[in-house]
């Protein structure tokens, strides 16, 4: 009976665990508004609600493919060169991202063309990498990926909303008022005000 | 599973292999997209020349000079437009590819714009701002004269807040428009064509409608009356 209990408590952990590692990217964690990390394509893809929003899918799924493949093969890269080998996986998967959208989604990809092998880069990709997935299982480096992604492209989407809004007075490229909006909210200034007020804003109540 | 040790042999085997599945896998995703990727590119220009054309029945592609041109005719092989693929440096955010479509009397017949960077609800309004209807209507424009915006002493009514960007567009349709003069060449009305050669000797060519000029440096008479031609 006790076994059972145990076993019962010990899944009911792993539930819970596994639910802390999916929703710490949304506010407690959240790569952009918290670490701070990926600001470069936040700052330039946040045009509209619907690019921030692409973007941050695009580097959810490169966020989970690298992550599950990571935490695979982490026991088989020696210490000294497991950043290249890192890097190499993260690559690929762009590449990979970056040739589907130019065949399945050209729209989007005209758009974002620019970015999306900046995803490379971007450090919170890396950063879950060496933070997470070289020390934890597949399931778990999954579901941090999948949620820190999601975070991300949460952040990106509600930031490319407010200076939509502002900026061109639309909404997911619908236009609500016929009128010039706040030009300097679309411009690159304008990228640094939202993400300040926005992380701002998150401390508040994040404490 | 213990961890692999840090020794020379095991670093590069390691980067080898995963360098080698890297490659290997994206080798396939290339091959299984290049397909959809060709397609959508070739949809996308003809939507363009559809856009920036009178209706034709199918076109023919060339380069003149790296630039990207395209002739169209109709059933009977007449030639009824030609657009000219541009690139200009001058926008405001980085290159602006614009694909201008030329009538049969060198008048632009529309344009569309492939690709820009330039600043959003600014310079990326160019796409419909210089339309028919739009403020800055370019459409029916004779290029023989350069286009310029307003404040550059030109006749075309520059975006609002985005002169730069304007001047690029306009340097797109100039530069389109020296590459149509360069392919299909521009023709003079006249009914005498004088020649002559190196040394001075001079000839004469009677009942001659038009002189074209045309690429390769070559020119085309054609006269009233046999319809012949004659090139020199």
């Known amino acids: ?207 | 599973m213990a961890k692999k040790q840090s020794s020379l042999i095991n670093m590069v085997l390691t980067l080898f292999v995963i360098t080698v599945v890297a490659a290997v896998a994206l080798g396939f995703v290339y091959y299984f997209t290049q397909e959809p990727i060709a397609q959508v590119k070739e949809k996308k220009l003809n939507e363009g020349l559809m856009k920036v054309l009178p209706a034709f029945d199918h076109q023919v592609a060339e380069e003149v000079e790296g630039v990207p041109t395209y002739k169209a005719f109709d059933a009977n092989e007449q030639l009824v437009g030609t657009a000219v693929e541009v690139v200009t440096d001058k926008g405001f955010g980085g290159d602006v590819k614009v694909l201008v479509g030329f009538d049969t009397e060198g008048k632009i017949f529309g344009y569309t714009v492939l690709e820009h960077k330039e600043t959003a609800g600014l310079g990326s309004k160019m796409g419909d701002w210089f339309q028919e209807g739009g403020k800055g209507n370019v459409i029916g424009k004779d290029l023989s004269t350069p286009a310029k915006v307003k404040k550059d002493g030109g006749d075309v009514d520059a975006i609002t807040a985005a002169t730069i960007s304007s001047r690029a567009f306009c340097d797109a349709l100039n530069k389109a428009y020296a590459t149509y003069v360069n392919t299909v060449g521009s023709c003079v009305s006249t009914s005498m064509v004088i020649l002559t050669d190196e040394t001075g000797r001079c000839d004469t060519l009677k009942n001659v409608e038009t002189i074209c000029k045309t690429a390769n440096d070559s020119f085309t008479v054609t006269f009233k009356e046999e319809g012949g031609q004659d090139n020199e």
């Open chain 1, 1 to 207: 009976m006790t076994v059972l209990l145990l076993h019962l408590k010990k899944k009911e952990d792993r539930t819970m665990n596994n639910w802390k590692n999916f929703t710490k990217g949304f506010i407690k964690e959240n790569p952009v508004l918290v670490m701070l990390l990926g600001c470069c394509p936040t700052l330039g893809t946040t045009t509209s609600a619907i690019n921030g929003l692409s973007m941050g899918l695009a580097t959810t799924f490169v966020l989970v493919c690298s992550n599950i493949v990571i935490s695979l093969i982490k026991n088989l890269i020696p210490d000294k060169v497991r950043i290249p080998s890192y890097i190499v996986v993260i690559a690929s998967f762009v590449t990979v991202i970056d040739l589907l959208m130019q065949a399945y989604l050209p729209g989007i990809y005209e758009t974002l063309g620019l970015f999306i092998p900046l995803i490379v880069v971007n450090c919170i990709v890396l950063g879950r990498a060496e933070a997470f997935a070289s020390k934890n299982g597949v399931w778990a480096s999954c579901v941090d990926g999948l949620g820190m992604g999601l975070g991300y492209a949460l952040a990106l989407m509600i930031l490319g909303a407010v200076r939509e809004v502002l900026g061109s007075l639309s909404i997911f490229g619908w236009q609500f008022i016929q009128a010039d909006g706040i030009l300097v909210f679309v411009l690159a200034p304008g990228a640094f005000f939202g993400l300040a007020y926005f992380i701002a804003v998150v401390r508040r109540f994040n404490k």
